[in-house]
């Protein structure tokens, strides 16, 4: 789960998946990460943290990294949570192999949609309920995919 600054949107969305996929049997190794490095080491953002917790998901732990080429070995899919992330990404990459692994998060909610979830950062607490519940609905109907 790639955002920008890996503090708002990404860890709620590591955060959920994790939750969704540990409640559907699914061991996936799953993690966030942000393009623009201006927060590694930081704890996500308190509002981020606290909506979390109100729907019983603590992460709290977690660190705010920067993607690296590395990931691209890592992980089977990486998903963008907005297209200048999508941008950024397809920047660090090295081939259209590598670009074969990414895919715009909320196309899974609406294929061919090509919409960002917005970046509650720019604004109040109020932001991050909204920002929650659509990547929760995105994250249940991608653990739904992988049912069968
Ligand atoms: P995020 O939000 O990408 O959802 O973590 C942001 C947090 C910080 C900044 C930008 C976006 N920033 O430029 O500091």
């Keep these: 789960m790639v955002c920008l600054g890996n503090i708002c949107r990404s860890p709620i969305a590591e955060g959920v998946l994790r939750k969704l996929a540990h409640d559907a049997g699914k061991d996936w190794q799953i993690d966030s990460a942000g393009t623009n490095g201006l927060h590694v080491g ?21 660190k705010a990294k920067r993607f690296t080429i590395k990931d691209f070995e890592q992980y089977d899919i990486i998903y963008a949570l907005a297209s200048d992330v999508y941008e950024d990404i397809a920047a660090i990459a090295k081939n259209d192999a ?13 294929e061919g949609s090509n919409a960002s979830v ?21 994250c249940k109907k991608i653990v739904a995919k992988h049912r069968a």
């Design 118 to 138: 917005p970046d509650p950062w720019y604004g109040g607490e109020e932001g991050y309920l909204p920002v929650y519940l659509l990547i929760e609905q995105t």
């Design 42 to 62: 930081e704890a996500p953002h308190r509002s981020s943290q606290k909506i979390c917790k109100q729907h019983g998901i603590d992460i709290c732990k977690q």
């Design 98 to 110: 590598q670009m074969t692994k990414v895919k715009l998060f909320l196309n899974e909610l609406e």
